[in-house]
């Protein structure tokens, strides 16, 4: 009847819209994706969750290390006897330091050994004693450059985290669209697809 055929054109006309507009979410989600490079996105954001981890975990280490190294500078300008703090830099990152303390610990020794022949007024013993606060000063340098290069890292482990933080927000800003057009493709689709059933139901009937 008249009647059919309009409500049968109506529909196909609705579907073919809505055909168009399901093409048009797809190509604006695929192009969205390309762009915003998020071919994996649930991987992109976790794997910058773990760079901001891993990044927290040697700032805090580094904490530690700095705070070791101000304690042993200070016991070192002291004068007190370096033979028991080797253990404090047994770490690969003390290598430069232990070394001093090794050189300056093995120096010490020597003066003792002197010391059991020889009085402290001794020149052999005098020469050894400055060669001692040379090696000890140089300790110090050495732990204040430490220090210095572990304040350095802090900085630009900081201004990573703060990359980090900014690349994360952004991502998930990025996310959150995607994650809206997304929503908008299936809902058409959705809506497409009962389209066309119901244009294929209504033909049958007609």
């Given amino acids: ?49 773990n760079q901001m981890d891993e990044d927290e975990k040697e700032y805090y280490e580094l904490i530690q290390t700095k705070t070791s190294l101000t304690w ?24 430069v330091v232990a070394s001093s303390i090794s050189h300056a610990v093995e120096l010490e020794q020597k003066r003792k050994q002197l010391l059991i022949r020889h009085t402290p007024a001794d020149f052999n013993v005098e020469i050894l004693d400055e060669r001692i606060v040379d090696a000890r000063l140089i300790l110090q340098k050495n732990i204040e450059n430490s220090v210095l290069s572990i304040t350095k890292k802090q900085n630009l482990l ?6 980090n933080e900014t690349l994360f927000a952004h991502l998930s800003d990025k996310e ?27 033909a049958i009937a007609k």
Avoid: C, W
């Fill in 176 to 202: 959150s669209e995607y994650i809206r057009l997304a929503r908008m493709m299936e809902i058409r689709e959705e809506f497409y697809l009962m389209l066309l059933e119901k244009h294929s139901e209504f």
């Fill in 1 to 49: 009847s008249e009647s059919a055929d309009s409500v049968l054109s109506f529909i196909s006309q609705q579907l073919e819209k809505a055909e168009r507009d399901l093409e048009a979410s797809e190509q604006y989600l695929k192009e969205f994706k390309q762009k915003n490079h998020l071919f994996s996105p649930e991987q992109t954001e976790v794997s910058i969750v």
């Fill in 158 to 163: 900081k201004e990573h985290s703060r990359d």
């Fill in 72 to 95: 042993l500078n200070d016991y070192v300008k002291t004068g007190a006897d370096l033979t028991e703090i080797a253990y404090l830099v047994s770490s690969p990152q003390f290598a």
